[in-house]
C-alpha cells in the first residue's frame, strides 16, 4: 500500500504535467475540483459506517455546494485533507507516514529545481489549481497578499499526527501536530515557497514528543 501510494502521487504529477503539455489541463482541474471531492467525502462516509444512499446523497450535495457557493471551495479543501489525513493516518504505521512524508519533500525540492532551471510548469500548475479552486489548492490571506499551499502539505502534517496517536504515541501527535502547524505558518509567509519542507517540521516535533513520551531512549542516544 505504502508503494501504491507513492506510485499514484507521481502518476499524478506526470498526468498533470502531460496535460498541460497539450493544453488540456482543465479536464483535470474539473476532476480536482469535483471527482476528488466526491470521492474523498464519500470515503469518510463510508469509513463511518453510512449506508449507501447516505453516502451518494452527502457527496454530492457537497459537489453542488462546491460549484454553486464561491467560498465552499475553503471548506472542502479541509474536508479532504483532514479526511484523507484521518483515513490514511490510521491506516499506516508511523515509519510509513514518515516515509511517504519525506518522499514527497523530495519530490518537493526535485520540481522546485526543475521550475527555476527549465520549466516553469510548478508555477504553472499552482496557479492554474488556484484560479479553477481545486481542492488541491488551499488558499491564505497574508498581510502581503494571497498565499498558496498544496492540499498534500496540510494533509501529510495530519496524517503524522493522526498515525502517532492511533499507535499510542500521543505526546508525539500533539508535538508533530505544533511543529508541523508552526511550518505551515512559517510557509504561509512566502508568496512562492514550497510548503513541504517547512511542514515536515511535524516530524522533528514527532521524535521530540516521542522522547519526552519515552525519556529512557534519551539515555539509550546520549549513550
Known sequence: MLVVVG?????VIIMLLLLIRFGLSRMFHSFGEYGLLWAGVALILLLLGQTWYVIVVLSSVAVILQYRVSQFHLVS????????????????????VVALFAFLILLDMLSSILSSRQSDYMEKIAKG?????????????????PSLVGCADIAFPCMLAVSAFTHSLEVGAVFASAFGL????????????HAGPYASLGILGLFIGYLVQHPECMGVLVQ
Do not use: P
Open 7 to 11: 506510485c499514484l502521487i507521481v502518476v
Open 129 to 145: 489549481m488556484s484560479q479553477e479552486k481545486s481542492i488541491l489548492i488551499f488558499r491564505a490571506t497574508t498581510k502581503d497578499g
Open 182 to 193: 508552526a511550518g505551515l505558518l512559517l510557509a504561509a509567509r512566502h508568496d512562492e515557497a
Open 77 to 96: 479543501t479541509g474536508i479532504f485533507a483532514v479526511g484523507s489525513a484521518a483515513v490514511l493516518g490510521s491506516y499506516f504505521e508511523v515509519i510509513h
